[in-house]
């Protein structure tokens, strides 16, 4: 069989080599998420999702909810080359990784919802070509994961972070996402419904393929912009959210147990 040499399967050969743990429970599953109503090429980013049936990458919408440095020589680039080991180094724009978490504890609100009020929920053979780092690449982890080999739940429940929206664990899909074969579910803020995003949804090509389901949140997640480009959220109260899981207090692998953004 031929060797896969594309970058996406050099950067997983890269991390598999780093990954310390068991094999990952394939029921989890990776969250990709985003604003459906930002802007986007003169549309929204939902409708121009919808029009291109792939999810891009940051390198290539030049938008996002964290930091703006997906170009050459920025924070991202660098981040890249250093956690894949150079292999998206002399690759266009369109190759590169998309940006996720793994929701490790079934959160009805995504893995990072940080990152957007809305998410596409991957399907389980997505896993092989997924890599993950705790904490977040912006700290430069040393932590890393594959589906061959997990250990990165344990080091996150031994962080206590300052805000809950800091607690996830980072994942990077290698090559393309495909809306009808690769998402299981659009999962919407219900803050949507009945709106133009709901129709958006319900006419996209992957409706119409059937494969992918259009979900609900049960309760309204309100992500609030704060000072720095950063946002801020209002969880719902109900008696399981981040916030109130149990955080030991203690050091794994040399993480500290309090991380601040800056």
Known sequence: MPVDTSPGATAVAH????????PLDR???????????????????????????????QFETQTGNGGLTAHPGGDKWNWESRIFGGAYDEHPPSQRPRYGSLNYRADPYGGSPRFGSSY?????HTLDRTTFCFPDS???????????????????????????LDDYIEAHVHGTIDIASDVEALVLDPSYRHTPFDE????????YCGTTDTRWMSRR??????????TSSTWPETSHTRASLPRPSSVVHGVSTSIRRT
Do not use: C
Request: charged share 20%; net charge neutral.
């Open 27 to 57: 029921t989890l599953r990776v969250t990709l998420h985003f604003h459906p109503d930002l802007p986007f090429a003169g549309s929204s980013t939902l409708q121009a999702i919808a029009d291109r049936g792939a999810y891009l990458s």
């Open 221 to 230: 997640l309100r992500i609030i912009p704060t000072t720095g480009g950063r």
């Open 138 to 164: 912006v700290f430069e982890p040393e932590l890393f994961g594959t589906a061959d080999a997990m250990n990165l739940m344990e080091a996150a429940a031994a962080v206590e972070f300052d805000d809950p």
């Open 120 to 124: 596409f929920l991957l399907a389980e």
């Open 200 to 207: 958006i949804a319900r006419r996209s090509p992957a409706r």
């Open 15 to 22: 991390a598999r080599r780093l990954a310390k743990g068991v």
